[in-house]
């Protein structure tokens, strides 16, 4: 007896059910026609009184002898209507329906066995999306690793898992599994024709000029004449890429950045230490030209605004210093017999034939420049115009001096 209507529902239901409910639903049928399901009210259940509450005199008679109909013949037990309310078919709905399941697969490298031949679907369309979705190769090759974890745990004794380590956690072993891993994938990828011709033992151009050979490990690799130095193996044998590849970007934009943004020759030649990338120098060029932080700090300052034209002052014939401009320069210190002191110098230059006059002022007062324009102006000449910054001293004459004006102008009799 169950108080589940769903549960009586799922036993006899034609339909399919979730992976989960089949499982346990077939257990049953199999003993199904030597038992007989009933349904029981939730009120009449004894386990519902423990995680309901009630009475102690309740639990004990329902707990220890159940429903008072149960000391009954079956005849008289509780028949009801197994029709499913709304929500319940609702939730046997749910579960009835079949999953559907998603697969992926990771190739862990090596050719086709049967045709020994490279696989025409290399790298698989979850994987590969990881190469445009990604920032940095770093993260492509942790996602990688822990896939490649992942596939170890379920076949353990696979060979072609044989380089992942046994860790709990992603170690170097690991991380290069995985850069082994995808540099043999986009090799099978961008290069079957490489493969097929060293295979067969064709003619290929790239096997001729490259040396194209292929390793232990099924990639393939450039020989040249430092074979028998004594440089690490991807120096002396550095790894074949395409130009045009996601992988390579990632490639060279780790050694660029890891460079601390070096520039092209830099790159290249330490990118040439593990890989040799066909028409290298282009495509490192390229990105680097992409690249945001090289193009913020080495990019061209902003164009400069269109300039004005030049002011007529600047560019009319006149007597020097009849259009001039002044400031001050100092303070200067100086000594006068025993004493120390501060002195400025005026300087005036011509707007439009850049002479220079130069005057000793001795203060920052009003006074002092007054006098000190007193004579410039009996050496020099009047100046129709003069420009000038904010200076206090430059204010205060200038409205003492239009004071005077205005008061000439309103008293004839002072002309």
């Keep these: 007896m169950t108080d589940a209507r769903c549960v009586l529902h799922w036993i006899k239901s034609s339909k399919p059910l979730s992976v989960f409910v089949a499982n346990r639903v077939s257990e049953i049928r199999t003993c199904g026609e030597f038992l007989s399901f009933r349904h029981v009210p939730g009120e009449c259940n004894p386990a519902d009184v423990a995680s309901r509450g009630g009475l102690v005199a309740d639990l004990q008679e329902s707990w220890w002898h159940g429903p008072d109909w149960l000391r009954t013949t079956s005849d008289q037990w509780p028949d009801e209507d197994l029709t499913l309310s709304a929500d319940e078919s609702d939730l046997a709905s749910k579960e009835e329906q079949a999953p559907t399941l998603h697969t992926a697969s990771l190739v862990t490298g090596g050719s086709d066995r049967a045709t020994d031949q490279p696989s025409p679907h290399t790298i698989p369309s979850g994987l590969g999306s990881v190469l445009t979705r990604t920032s940095s190769l770093r993260k492509v090759l942790k996602i990688t690793a822990l896939c490649m974890k992942f596939l170890k745990k379920l076949r353990p004794n696979s060979p072609r898992l044989s380089q992942i380590s046994n860790s709990y956690d992603i170690v170097s072993q690991d991380i290069q599994a995985a850069r082994d891993w995808w540099t043999r994938m986009v090799q099978r990828e961008a290069f079957p024709d490489i493969f097929k011709a060293i295979k067969t033992n064709a003619k290929h151009?790239?096997?001729?000029?490259?040396?194209?050979?292929?390793?232990?490990?099924?990639?393939?690799?450039?020989?040249?004449?430092?074979?028998?130095?004594?440089?690490?193996?991807?120096?002396?044998?550095?790894?074949?890429?395409?130009?045009?590849?996601?992988?390579?970007?990632?490639?060279?934009?780790e050694v660029h950045g890891r460079l601390l943004h070096a520039g092209v020759r830099h790159t290249l030649a330490q990118t040439?230490?593990?890989?040799?990338?066909?028409?290298?120098?282009?495509?490192?060029?390229?990105?680097?030209?992409?690249?945001?932080?090289?193009?913020?700090?080495?990019?061209?300052?902003?164009?400069?605004?269109?300039?004005?034209?030049?002011?007529?002052?600047?560019?009319?014939?006149?007597?020097?210093?009849?259009?001039?401009?002044?400031d001050y320069l100092g303070p200067l210190l100086?000594?006068?017999?025993?004493?120390?002191?501060?002195?400025?110098?005026?300087?005036?230059?011509?707007?439009?034939?850049?002479?220079?006059?130069?005057?000793?002022?001795?203060?920052?007062?009003?006074?002092?420049?007054?006098?000190?324009?007193?004579?410039?102006?009996?050496?020099?000449?009047?100046?129709?115009?003069?420009?000038?910054?904010?200076?206090?001293?430059?204010?205060l004459v200038r409205s003492v001096l239009d004071d005077h004006l205005k008061l000439i102008l309103a008293n004839p009799d002072l002309l």
């Design 272 to 326: 040439r230490q593990e890989f040799w990338i066909i028409r290298g120098r282009a495509i490192v060029r390229r990105i680097l030209d992409q690249c945001s932080v090289c193009r913020r700090h080495e990019g061209r300052p902003f164009k400069l605004p269109s300039m004005p034209p030049w002011p007529k002052e600047r560019i009319t014939r006149a007597l020097p210093f009849t259009y001039v401009g002044l």
């Design 205 to 253: 151009s790239s096997v001729a000029n490259l040396g194209v050979v292929i390793d232990d490990n099924g990639i393939l690799r450039c020989a040249g004449r430092l074979s028998n130095a004594e440089l690490p193996t991807d120096q002396k044998l550095p790894k074949l890429l395409p130009t045009y590849h996601a992988f390579t970007k990632h490639v060279i934009s």
């Design 334 to 395: 100086i000594r006068t017999g025993t004493e120390k002191g501060k002195v400025w110098i005026k300087l005036v230059t011509c707007l439009t034939t850049r002479a220079v006059h130069l005057d000793i002022v001795s203060g920052l007062s009003a006074a002092a420049f007054l006098n000190s324009m007193r004579r410039f102006a009996a050496r020099r000449g009047k100046p129709k115009s003069i420009v000038c910054n904010n200076a206090p001293q430059f204010k």
